[in-house]
C-alpha cells in the first residue's frame, strides 16, 4: 500500500516535532488479541496456572499485523502496560515501528484496551468513569473507552473511539448472557462519544473495538442512533472469501461478527469503498479467537 507519511520524532505527548509530509493514507485498524497477559490457560493437554501467552500465539498474531501494517492499531485483551511494550518491541524487531502508545486500565483488572500508532494523535482520553444503573445499583463500563483525536492531511481532525463491550459470560440468572449488561455499557459509551462530537461540532469520528454482540443487537444499535439523532453506521467488511465472521468460539463450534467500526456519516465516505478488510490469513486462529478489522481511509 503506498502511502505518504507524516513522519515524526516522539517527545512524549507534550511535546512532537513534525516533519511536514502529508498523510495521504492511513489504515485504521481493530484486534482483540485475546488474554495477551498472564492467567491460568490450558497449553497443549496440560492446565498452566499464572501463564503467559503461549509464544506461537504471539507470533501469529504478530504476522497478521505486520502483514496489515495499520498506522493505528486498537486492541483489546491487552495485559499490563509491559506487555504492551513487548509487543511494540517485537513488532519494531520484525520491522514494523510505532512510536506512540497509549494503555487504559479500567475496572477489568487483568484484560485492558491499548493502541499502537505511527503517527501522533493530538489529544488522548481515557475515559474510566463511564457508569450506568444496573438493576439496583450502579455500574463502571468494565473496560472503559479510549478517545483518540487524529489530523488529516488537510489538517483536518478525526476522533477514535475504542471499546471492548462485556461479554457473554454471566453470573447474574436475572441477565442472560450479559445483554442488558452490554447494552447499558454501550449507552453509556454512546452518549460520551455524542458529548465529545456532535455537541461540540465534531462530525468526524470512528467507533471501533470488540462490541461482544452482532450488528443488529440492541448494543450496536445505541451507536446508530439515539431517538431521532443520527449517530453513525456500521462499515461492512469481508475477508476474501467474502466472509463476514470476525470471532470464533471453539466450545460452541460457532462464528459470528462481534469486531469491527461504526463511522459517522462525515466520516464514511473518507473510507475506502465504503468498507473494511478482515484478515483471514492462513492459521489466523492459531494467534487469538478473533480476526483483525482495517479501514483505509483516504484523502
Known sequence: MKKMLRYLIPLGFSG?????????????????????LIMDRRVGERWQPGYPKPEHEKAMIRQIITDAAPDILALQEMGPPEFLAELRRDL????????????????????????????????????????????DQRELVKRGMLELTFEDAAGQEF????????????????????????TREAEACRNRIIERTLERG??????????????????????????????????????????????FYAKH????????????AAMLPLIRDGRGQIADAPGALEGSDHRMVYVDLVE
Open 16 to 36: 512532537v516535532l513534525l516533519v511536514s509530509h502529508a498523510l495521504a493514507e492511513l489504515r485504521i485498524a481493530t484486534y482483540n488479541v485475546e488474554n495477551y
Open 92 to 135: 519494531a524487531d520484525a520491522g514494523l515501528d510505532y512510536p506512540h502508545t497509549v494503555h487504559l486500565s479500567g475496572r477489568d483488572p487483568d484484560r485492558h484496551l491499548a493502541v499502537l500508532a505511527k503517527v501522533a494523535p493530538t489529544e488522548v482520553v481515557r475515559h474510566t468513569d463511564l457508569d450506568f444503573k444496573y438493576f
Open 159 to 182: 476522533k477514535l473511539f475504542v471499546v471492548h463491550l462485556k461479554s457473554k459470560y454471566t453470573v447474574n440468572p436475572e441477565d442472560p448472557d450479559s445483554q442488558l449488561r452490554r
Open 202 to 247: 465534531v462530525s468526524r469520528f470512528l467507533v471501533t473495538g470488540d462490541f461482544n454482540d452482532h450488528p443488529d443487537s440492541a448494543p450496536l444499535r445505541r451507536f446508530y442512533q439515539r431517538g431521532d439523532l443520527e449517530i453513525g453506521t456500521r462499515v461492512p467488511a469481508t475477508d476474501s472469501r467474502g466472509e463476514v465472521w470476525t470471532y
Open 253 to 264: 463450534g460457532q462464528y459470528s461478527l462481534v469486531d469491527g467500526f461504526v463511522a459517522s
